[in-house]
């Protein structure tokens, strides 16, 4: 099992170095150009093997914590490619009811978890379960709008945002797992939330960009 343990770190270490380096290129490259697909799909491939291996040491380590973060960091990726995909025409179905409705059981069980670090007195662990908790099943509460939206011209534009912050917030969960490794010197709170705090308004960059008109 130690050895089992030691291969998924190095691949979690190797990956995720991979990730932050594929991360900002695509974020910055021409959307939609070959460069950006092609930088994307590393991307993806890359925090695939992040949140498996992640997912693995958490579990077999009972770090319940860790398990709902690999979960909330992967559903963005996720969440964002299936956009793209239904921005470009496939029809959604099961799937997006599984991926969504998941999500938001586990971030609910993440709300759950954070008020029982609170009774104990545990509350800086307490507080992140509450904020990404909290912040899981906003995202996914906004993907399910977006999927109940009829006027195609709408709902293509959502799509893109929702395409572009999912990759982001999986982006953000990258940076933030690299800060708590890492960064010691930064309060333990701070080096949780410095990645949301800087990375957030990007997002509200392309949506501004993009001038897209708010769901009803």
Do not use: C
């Not at 909290?134 to 799509?159: C, D, F, M, Q, T």
């Amino acid at each position: 099992m130690k050895s089992i343990l030691l291969f998924s770190l190095y691949l979690h270490i190797a990956a995720g170095t991979l990730s932050l380096i594929a991360g900002p290129l695509a974020l910055f490259a021409t959307k939609g150009g070959q460069r950006h697909i092609l930088i994307g799909k590393v991307f993806l491939y890359s925090m695939t093997l992040v949140f498996f291996s992640a997912l693995f040491n958490a579990i077999v380590k009972e770090m319940t914590f860790l398990t709902m973060m690999a979960v909330f960091s992967y559903y963005n990726i996720l969440a964002g490619i299936r956009a793209l995909y239904l921005r470009r025409g496939v029809q959604q179905g099961w799937l997006d009811v599984l991926l969504h409705g998941t999500t938001i059981v586990v971030m609910g069980s993440f709300l759950l978890f954070g008020a029982r670090q609170f009774s104990m007195g545990h509350y800086p662990i307490g507080f992140l379960s509450f904020f990404f908790g909290l912040i899981g099943v906003s995202n996914a509460h906004g993907y399910i709008k977006v999927l109940r939206i009829k006027e195609p011209r709408l709902r293509r534009s959502r799509l893109l945002l929702s395409h572009i912050s999912g990759l982001t917030g999986g982006f953000i969960a990258s940076i933030t797992a690299f800060s708590v490794q890492t960064m010691g010197f930064m309060p333990n709170v701070l080096q949780w939330l410095w990645p949301t705090f800087v990375f957030v308004p990007v997002i509200i960059y392309w949506k501004r960009k993009t001038q897209l008109p708010e769901t009803t």
